[in-house]
C-alpha cells in the first residue's frame, strides 16, 4: 500500500524555521528565550510520560527530551524532519533510535511503544493524522503527551507581546534565528493546538484527557491514555 502525504503549511514553515544554520545554537537559544522554563515543561513531560519502556519522541530536534527521558526509559526512539537536529542528537547520546521523517506517517509497527511525548510540535503538525499515528504505534495503556506553547491572556498576555516584540528586535542581530523570531508570534497567536488535539484525541478514543497550564499559561501539556480494552 502507498500512502501519499500532503506536505502543508506546518511542513513548510517548520522547513524555514529549523535548519543547518541555527541547529549548533538550538539548546542555547531555547534555555534563553524560554528563561530556563524549557526544562521545567520538560520534567513535567517526563512525569507523566517516563518511567515507560519504549518511548517514541516525536519532533526530537537535538535530543534535548529524548536524553533526559534516557535516564528513566529502557528505550527511547526520536523522529524529526530536520535531519541538521538529529545529528545533533545522535552525538549527544549514540543510542537513540532515530528517523528522518514526519510526526504524520511514522516508520514504525503498531502497538511497539508505551509512550509517545512530543514537545513545540504541535503548533506545525496535522493534528488528525498525528493522533491517528499516535494511536496506531500505542500499546493499550499506552500514554501520549503533547506539549507547546500558548497564548495567555490578560496581564500575562501583554507581557508575552512585550517578550514577543524584544523577540523580534534580537533576531536583527541573529541572522540564524531570524525567520524564527519573526513569525513565531503569530504562529502561537494563530494556532489552535489545545482544542483541536483535545478534540482528536477525543474522536480516536483516547481516554483520561487533560489539560494543564504552565508558566502563567505561556505553555501547555495535553496528555491521554489508550484504554487498555482497544
Ligand atoms: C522547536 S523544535 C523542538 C525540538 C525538540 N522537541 C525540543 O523540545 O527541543 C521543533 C522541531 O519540530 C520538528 N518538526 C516540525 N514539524 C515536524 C513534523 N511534522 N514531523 C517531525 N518533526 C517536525 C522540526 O524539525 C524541529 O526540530
Known amino acids: 500500500m502507498i500512502v501519499l502525504l500532503q506536505v502543508h503549511d506546518g511542513h513548510l514553515l517548520a522547513k524555514r524555521f529549523f535548519n543547518s544554520a541555527n541547529a549548533l545554537s538550538y539548546d542555547s537559544i531555547v534555555k534563553l528565550a524560554t528563561f530556563g522554563q524549557d526544562f521545567v515543561w520538560k520534567k513535567k513531560i517526563l ?7 519504549s518511548v517514541l519522541d516525536l ?11 534516557a535516564a528513566r526509559s529502557r528505550s527511547i526512539t526520536g523522529i524529526d524532519l530536520t535531519i541538521d537536529y538529529l545529528r545533533l542528537a545522535k552525538k549527544k547520546k549514540s543510542d537513540l533510535f532515530l528517523a528522518n521523517g514526519t510526526a ?29 499515528e499516535c494511536w496506531r504505534v500505542l500499546r493499550p495503556n499506552g ?11 490578560g496581564i500575562v498576555g501583554s507581557m ?7 523577540l523580534k528586535l534580537a533576531g536583527t542581530f541573529v541572522r540564524s534565528w531570524q525567520a524564527v523570531f519573526d513569525g513565531l508570534d503569530k504562529l502561537v497567536l494563530r494556532t489552535q493546538w489545545v482544542k483541536q488535539t483535545i478534540s482528536a484525541l477525543k474522536s480516536a478514543g483516547f481516554e483520561n484527557i ?15 491514555v489508550k484504554p487498555s480494552r482497544s
Request: charged share 10%.
Open 160 to 166: 508575552w507581546r512585550i517578550y514577543f516584540y524584544i
Open 47 to 53: 512525569d507523566i510520560a517516563g518511567n515507560q519502556g
Open 104 to 132: 504524520e506517517l511514522l516508520p514504525y509497527r503498531s502497538g511497539c511503544f508505551d509512550a509517545v511525548v512530543s514537545s513545540y510540535l504541535a503548533k506545525y503538525i496535522d493534528t488528525g493524522m498525528v493522533v491517528q
Open 143 to 153: 500514554v501520549v503527551v503533547f506539549h507547546d506553547f500558548t497564548y495567555p491572556c
Open 210 to 224: 487533560k489539560h494543564t497550564s504552565l508558566t502563567g499559561g505561556t505553555s501547555a501539556i495535553v496528555s491521554a
Open 59 to 69: 519532533a526530537c530536534g537535538t535530543g534535548i527530551l529524548s536524553c533526559m527521558l
